[in-house]
Structures are given as structure tokens and as C-alpha cells.
Antibody
């Protein structure tokens, strides 16, 4: 059974940093693109970033370019999202998802709140 | 403002058919396939339809999808109470190298 478990969310002040993790199991992690998708309170889903199997290609939504970094450790079956210079508008539940064009499995998300 | 346009709400009585539309552009729906996701409160999003009209294993055949040009639609036939959820369309966008989502449609079973 595919499992994706996010962690690392919490309350952070504007301008602060946070690192999200996603532990994957039940599939060959290194064979798949992986993505982060977020949902702000009362809003819809928004793709944030994705990363190729070996980590050589990474893409970001314009609003997080230069602030967020996606990475992965295939030996540890883990996906990460380093978030710097956080803003109030980054407040959201962040989901880890398997795939890039088709997101076929999702975690339950971790809440990031950016507030003073 | 979402890149793909969906109606904010749709509703029907049990057993009825509900259809949700999704409108995009040439850089997303016009040149790529469409996926649909179901999101109930407090749960993880779930892939419902992929590549316009294919259902993952375990998704009832009451759910169907179609695409024409730069628009797509999701149909739920034989509506059931457990179908109450938010539904999102999504498609790869060539200019972003990532997927774009619709704003979501809240389906209510009356």
C-alpha cells in the first residue's frame, strides 16, 4: 500500500523558515516524480513544486521561486520542501503527492501557518 | 484566481446526475489531458479520473470524464450522499512545467 506521510509543519513568523518532510513507503520511490501541492484556508489546490526521479530537474510555481527548494533522498525514501522567507500568503496545508502530471497518491498534509 | 475555471457549486438529489465543467486554454487543457480529484473535508485529495476519462482502480463507474478542445467535464451519475465533496480539475500547463488546478466545485447532495 502506498503511504505518504508529511511532517514539519507549524507556526512560523513572517520571514522565517521551515522544512517539510514526506516519508514514502509501499512503492519504489526512486522511480517516480514527486510533487508538493498546497491548499490555503478556504481556497483551492495549488501546485507548488515537483522533482524528477533522480533530482536533476525541479520546477516551481512562480510565487515560490527563489524562496522554496524541493529536494529528495532516494536512499531514505523521503521528499523535502525547504521554505525560506515565508509570507502570510504561504499559510496552507501542504500535501506531498506521487507523480507530476498525474498525482495518483497523496498524503494527509501538514499545516503551515505564517503569522506574527 | 485559478487558471482553470469551474463553477463554485453543484447539487442534486440522490440518484440524479450532476455535471461539473472545467474551462482552460491552449497551454493546458488544449494540449494536455485532464485529471479530476475529489477532496472531502479533513481527508487527502484522491485521484478520481485521469487522462480525460480513465478511472483508477476502486473508483465507481458512476464517475466519468470527457474533454473537448479547451474544456472538460466530470459527470456523477446515480448521485450518493458519500459523493459530497469538493471536485477539482487539473491539467499540465506547458508554460509552467507543472499542473494547474481549477478553483474547485463543491457538490452537495440535497
Amino acid at each position: 500500500e502506498v503511504q505518504l506521510v508529511e511532517s514539519g509543519g507549524g507556526l512560523v513568523q513572517p520571514g522565517g523558515s521551515l522544512r517539510l518532510s514526506c516519508a514514502a513507503s509501499g512503492f519504489i520511490f526512486s522511480n517516480y516524480w514527486m510533487s508538493w501541492v498546497r491548499q490555503a484556508p478556504g481556497k483551492g489546490l495549488e501546485w507548488v513544486a515537483n522533482i524528477k526521479q533522480g533530482g536533476s530537474e525541479k520546477f516551481y510555481v512562480d510565487s515560490v521561486k527563489g524562496r522554496f527548494t524541493i529536494s529528495r533522498d532516494n536512499a531514505e525514501n523521503s521528499l523535502y520542501l525547504q521554505m525560506n522567507s515565508l509570507r502570510a500568503e504561504d499559510t496552507a496545508v501542504y500535501y506531498c503527492a506521487r507523480g507530476s502530471t498525474i498525482l495518483d497518491n497523496w498524503g494527509h498534509g501538514t499545516l503551515v501557518t505564517v503569522s506574527s | 484566481q485559478s487558471v482553470l475555471t469551474q463553477p463554485p457549486s453543484a447539487s442534486g438529489t440522490p440518484g440524479q446526475r450532476v455535471t461539473i465543467s472545467c474551462s482552460g486554454s491552449s497551454s493546458n487543457i488544449g494540449s494536455n489531458t485532464v485529471n479530476w480529484y475529489q477532496k472531502a473535508p479533513g481527508t487527502a485529495p484522491k485521484l478520481l479520473i485521469y487522462r480525460n476519462n480513465l478511472r483508477p482502480s476502486g473508483v465507481p463507474d458512476r464517475f466519468s470524464g470527457s474533454k473537448s478542445g479547451t474544456s472538460a467535464s466530470l459527470a456523477i451519475s446515480g448521485l450518493q450522499s458519500e459523493d459530497e465533496a469538493d471536485y477539482y480539475c487539473a491539467a499540465w500547463d506547458d508554460s509552467l512545467s507543472g499542473p494547474v488546478f481549477g478553483g474547485g466545485t463543491k457538490v452537495t447532495v440535497l
